[in-house]
């Protein structure tokens, strides 16, 4: 059974850094395309960042040298360094791992608020 379980979300003022972590297991991560999305109150989630099996990486323009997204294979576990963060950077912020188009899980989601 697969699980991705994200950790590191918090409060943090404007300006501030946090880093989340999404650790899987129950599938061969090595082999996974790891993403993060968020979701802001009553809207979709979007795509924020991802890093594929090679390394390499993707972000949305919204994030692009602010966030960066990477990757342990070694301990099946992807990563999201958020630096200057600002308000608009609120939501919840959730882990996706995909093979390919038909496979893909989800983690269970973690809080992230910006606000002096």
């Known amino acids: 059974q697969v699980h991705l379980v994200e950790s590191g979300g918090g409060l943090v003022q404007p300006g501030g850094s946090l880093r989340l972590s999404c650790a899987a297991s129950?599938?061969?991560?090595?082999?996974?395309?790891m993403s993060w999305y968020r979701q802001f109150p009553a809207k979709e989630r979007d795509l924020v960042a991802t890093?594929?099996?090679?390394?390499?990486?993707n972000y949305a323009d919204s994030v692009k040298g602010r966030f960066t997204i990477s990757r342990d294979n070694t301990k099946n576990t992807v990563y999201l360094h958020m630096n200057s963060l600002k308000p608009e950077d609120t939501a919840v912020y959730y882990c996706?791992?995909?093979?390919?188009?038909?496979?893909?899980?989800w983690g269970q989601g973690t809080q992230v608020a910006v606000s002096s």
């Open positions: 129950g599938l061969t991560f090595s082999l996974y395309a």
């Open positions: 996706k791992a995909n093979l390919g188009r038909s496979v893909s899980y």
């Open positions: 890093i594929i099996s090679s390394g390499g990486t």
